[in-house]
């Protein structure tokens, strides 16, 4: 029986866009002609899987469909939620489908991830296949490239079967925790699981009646039309959100762990962003989009939909003026040199790999005082992205009015 992939695709990308009304999902922004959303189906047309469903919400719905238009997919199922209940309910409602056999193995992708090595993933699914019964999980772990404070970690040991069981789950630690955890072996929680129908819907019953009897009721009256199952909508809003995490895995006893060591990030901020334009910058590069000022030069590289995405190049004993701006946030990622910052009244120095956020209406300069370049990858966010959204305090070559 072949694994069918289930497609998270309920989030709303606050990290990215923390004060905004005008937030984008992560999954359907695009970054330069690709998508998470993409990537993430992508991902599922190995022949080890059957075809996808996906689960989403109302608001997202047209968005969801036109993309599957677009990419002329047709073999697919929708689970509608009608508001949204987080992870619980939703990854619930998806394996009580009767379209899905009793004991066929579901993983669970959100969609707002990328992957670099799925040949290792796809070999990690089909290796752990045969140790799935009706009561366990697997979650999926990534060995830690640094100590995140934005990813939650576990903490798992070899049982006699020589399957990795979760013995611990830490829900984002500040950076020192976390310094400690990496060292004690532990992994980064991805957000993605492995596990059968039955098992799902066995720990919900112990461990979570009411969302199991109110879900099995929205999902046995949903209307389904058009390849979308609309979750009966009474007895759907009146779920108690729960994620996933804090329902069902955090409580059972026989969470396992599938420990990969592959490139992967969940890209839920703009130093993460900022690293994959550096990595691909080539191919966004143009020579018309360089700019050369008399501290260097700058290049845009793609421009979204409320963001851009720039690199900055300040010369030796070179600044930027003094400056603020009244309808951005800038981003910085530094990728070559030691740069002298100044934010309001603070000034320090930034090496390579460090980020700097920048509100809007922040007094701020860079400052290269040594003898190399300074690069620096820059992010631009905001509804008015303009050259001329500068007023400078401070400026060595005269440009102040």
């Known amino acids: 029986m072949k694994i069918r992939p289930v497609i998270l695709c309920g989030g709303e990308g606050t990290r990215l866009w923390p004060k905004s009304k005008n937030n984008q999902a992560k999954q359907f922004i695009n970054f330069g002609g690709w998508n998470l959303l993409e990537k993430t189906f992508d991902r599922v047309k190995n022949k080890i899987f059957d075809y996808p469903i996906i689960s989403t919400n109302i ?164 209307k389904f039309q058009n390849k979308t199952h609309y979750l009966n909508k009474k007895f759907f809003q009146s779920i108690t959100p729960k994620s996933f995490d804090y329902a069902v895995l955090e409580k059972a006893n026989n969470i396992n762990s599938i420990m990969l060591n592959i490139d992967w990030t969940d890209l839920g901020n703009w130093k993460e962003i900022l690293k994959i334009y550096h990595k691909r910058k080539s191919k966004y590069y143009r020579k018309k989009n360089v700019f050369y000022r008399p501290w260097g030069s700058y290049v845009n590289l793609f421009r979204g939909k409320n963001f851009l995405i720039k690199e900055l190049v300040i010369n030796s004993k070179s600044s930027i003026s003094l400056q603020k701006h009244h309808h951005r946030s800038e981003h910085w990622t530094v990728t070559q040199g030691k740069p002298k910052i100044t934010l309001n009244k603070k000034k320090f120095f930034k090496s390579i790999n460090d980020s700097i956020f920048i509100p809007v209406g922040t007094i701020h300069r860079v400052e290269n005082l040594y003898k190399n370049p300074v690069r620096i990858m820059e992010a631009q966010t905001g509804q008015i992205l303009k050259e001329t959204d500068i007023v400078r305090y401070q400026d060595i070559y005269g440009r102040v009015k």
């Open 59 to 222: 608001k997202y719905l047209n968005h969801v469909k036109t993309f599957l238009k677009k990419k002329k997919i047709k073999k697919y199922e929708i689970v509608l939620e009608p508001s949204k209940k987080n992870t619980a309910p939703a990854i619930l409602a998806t394996a009580l489908l009767k379209t899905i056999k009793n004991k066929q193995s579901l993983v669970f992708f959100p969609a707002d991830h990328l992957i670099e090595n799925v040949n290792k993933l796809n070999k990690a699914i089909i290796s752990n296949k045969k140790n799935l019964n009706n009561e366990n999980i697997f979650i999926f772990g990534i060995k830690p490239k640094f100590a995140s404070e934005e990813y939650g970690y576990f903490l798992s040991k070899k049982n006699k079967k020589n399957i990795n069981k979760v013995i611990r789950f830490i829900e984002k630690p500040p950076e020192k925790k976390a310094k400690k955890i990496i060292k004690n072996n532990g992994y980064w929680n991805s957000g993605m699981f492995f596990a059968r129908k039955d098992s799902i819907i066995n720990n919900f019953k112990k461990y979570q009646p009411k969302i199991y009897q109110k879900c099995i009721q929205s999902v046995y009256k949903a």
